[in-house]
C-alpha cells in the first residue's frame, strides 16, 4: 500500500498529518504537483512534479495507484477513478469516498458547476477548520488500521 497526494490543492496542516502518518506506520507516501514541493526528508516520503496543466496530477496519479493504495484529493473525478480500481479515495476532509457515494458526490459537484456557470453561485468550501482536520485524521487512522489488520 502506499498513500498518494493530489497535492497542488492539498492544505499544509494535511499533508503535516500525512508525513507523521507515513513514519509512524512506514508507508510510502508520493507528492504529486505541477510545482517543486519540500518535503521532510524521509526514505518513505517523495514527490513527483508533473507538466503543468489541468489534471495532469490527477491523471499521473490515476494512471499509478493500485487497489489498496489510499489517494488524498478533493478533486471527485479523480476519486471515482481511484475508487473504481479498488483503492481508497480520502478528501482533506475526512470524507471517505466509495462505492456507494461517489455518484451522489459527482452528481453534486456537476450540479454546482452548472450554478456557479450562471452566477447562481459564487465561492468554494469554507476554510479547513480543527473539526475538519480531525475528521481526516481519524479516518486516515482508520485505513492505516485496516492495513495493519491485512498484514500489510
Not at 459527482?106 to 469554507?126: C, I, K, N, Y
Request: proline residues 7%.
Amino acid at each position: 500500500m502506499q498513500i498518494w497526494v493530489d497535492a497542488d490543492a492539498c492544505p499544509r496542516v494535511i499533508k503535516d498529518i500525512l508525513y507523521r502518518a507515513a513514519r509512524r506506520v512506514e508507508v510510502p507516501l508520493i507528492l504529486v504537483a505541477n510545482q517543486p514541493l519540500q518535503v521532510p526528508l524521509s526514505p518513505l516520503i517523495s514527490t513527483r512534479q508533473v507538466a503543468g496543466g489541468f489534471d495532469v496530477a490527477d491523471d499521473y496519479i490515476a494512471a499509478q495507484v493500485a487497489a489498496g493504495d489510499i489517494v488524498v484529493t478533493a478533486d471527485i473525478p479523480l476519486a471515482a477513478e481511484v475508487v473504481e480500481k479498488g483503492a481508497h479515495a480520502l478528501n482533506p476532509r475526512g470524507e471517505l469516498y466509495t462505492r456507494n457515494n461517489i455518484r451522489q458526490r459527482l452528481a453534486m459537484r456537476d450540479f454546482m458547476e452548472e450554478m456557479r456557470s450562471t452566477g447562481q453561485v459564487s465561492g468554494g468550501p469554507p476554510p479547513l477548520n480543527q473539526q475538519d482536520r480531525q475528521a481526516f485524521a481519524n479516518q486516515l487512522d482508520r485505513l492505516m488500521a485496516k492495513r495493519a489488520v491485512a498484514g500489510k
